[in-house]
């Protein structure tokens, strides 16, 4: 851009044309991106439409919980709400949480009668090489232990969740 004095005496710029054009400061080049910075953009992006997901699920726990998830371990949540297929009876269940290396199911209720559909999840979860996880805030103590002796692992609370997982980590046995 040509700049000339105006009236005032200060330096105005103007384009090819003549016409005036306003004093903004000329922008620098863009800096270089480093394939991590584009990387971590890119989970960034990915967990905001993952916690919208959940926020529009009817499941009342499910956004809760996956917020958690999502700030605690970020980048290793990677479907919410997903359906799995069990490749012995070709039906397909709701998982509600996929993680890396662990499916979470979340009961908001007090998961009576759910034993078969558990076992069935984790049969899934064990052919895909996951760890099987039930979050059930509300399970009665019968009940939990009842699901445990089937081999189910049942965590009531969210601190202890997110405890278990870390411990999961910690042995490399969640991630890779």
Same mark, same amino acid.
């Given at each position: 851009?040509?700049?000339?004095?105006?009236?005032?005496?200060?330096?105005?710029?103007?384009?090819?044309?003549?016409?005036?054009?306003?004093?903004?400061?000329?922008?620098? $080049?863009?800096?270089?991106?480093?394939?991590?910075?584009?990387?971590?953009?890119?989970?960034? $992006?990915?967990?905001? +439409?993952?916690?919208?997901?959940?926020?529009?699920?009817?499941?009342?726990?499910?956004?809760?919980?996956? @917020?958690?998830?999502?700030?605690?371990?970020?980048? !290793?949540?990677? =479907?919410?709400?997903?359906?799995?297929?069990? =490749?012995?009876?070709?039906?397909?269940?709701? #998982?509600?949480? +996929?993680?890396?290396?662990?499916?979470?199911?979340?009961?908001?209720?007090? $998961?009576? !009668?759910?034993?078969?559909?558990?076992?069935? #999840?984790?049969?899934?979860?064990?052919?895909?090489?996951?760890?099987?996880? +039930?979050?059930?805030?509300?399970?009665?103590?019968?009940?939990?232990?009842? @699901?445990?002796?089937?081999?189910?692992?049942?965590?009531?609370?969210?601190?202890?969740?997110?405890?278990?997982?870390?411990?999961?980590?910690?042995?490399?046995?969640?991630? @890779?």
């Amino acid at each position: 851009m040509k700049q000339k004095l105006n009236k005032a005496g200060k330096m105005q710029n103007y384009d090819s044309k003549g016409r005036y054009a306003k004093n903004s400061p000329i922008e620098p $080049a863009k800096p270089f991106i480093s394939k991590k910075e584009k990387y971590l953009r890119r989970l960034q $992006a990915r967990d905001e +439409v993952l916690i919208n997901r959940a926020a529009k699920s009817n499941d009342p726990l499910l956004f809760e919980v996956a @917020y958690s998830l999502i700030k605690e371990f970020p980048g !290793k949540v990677t =479907k919410i709400n997903e359906y799995l297929i069990d =490749k012995l009876t070709k039906k397909s269940f709701e #998982q509600d949480i +996929v993680m890396c290396r662990a499916i979470i199911e979340i009961k908001s209720g007090t $998961a009576q !009668k759910c034993e078969k559909q558990f076992l069935i #999840q984790k049969r899934i979860a064990e052919s895909l090489n996951k760890k099987h996880i +039930v979050f059930a805030p509300n399970i009665s103590f019968s009940r939990q232990k009842e @699901y445990e002796r089937c081999g189910i692992h049942i965590e009531k609370s969210l601190k202890n969740l997110v405890e278990y997982l870390k411990g999961l980590l910690k042995w490399k046995i969640l991630f @890779y």
